[in-house]
């Protein structure tokens, strides 16, 4: 369910800080987005699913690309 995915998201984000590190979360559809928001983490939207790029991109994020073989150069360059 969504929450069950927020709450799952929000203990990845906490763990994450804790150790210093940048918790980002890559999904696929509209709900990784919200979940993500919803930690106050970023997103990275990857339209494999049933969701376009335009779509994925209506919801706040650090990236998003169409699939990882041709969008990974970008999503590094956006990491880095």
Do not use: C, M, W
């Not at 763990?15 to 983490?41: C, E, F, H, M």
């Not at 699939?67 to 590094?76: N, R, Y």
Request: overall charge negative.
């Amino acid at each position: 369910t969504s929450d069950s995915r927020t709450e799952l998201t929000e203990a990845a984000a906490a763990l994450g800080s804790k150790r210093g590190l940048r918790p980002i979360i890559v999904g696929d559809t509209k709900a990784d987005g919200q979940s993500a928001q919803a930690a106050g983490i970023e997103f990275v939207g990857v339209a494999t699913g049933n969701y376009t790029v335009t779509e994925l991109r209506e919801l706040p994020h650090l990236a998003v690309i169409e699939d990882f073989e041709s969008g990974l150069a970008a999503l590094e360059a956006t990491l880095a």
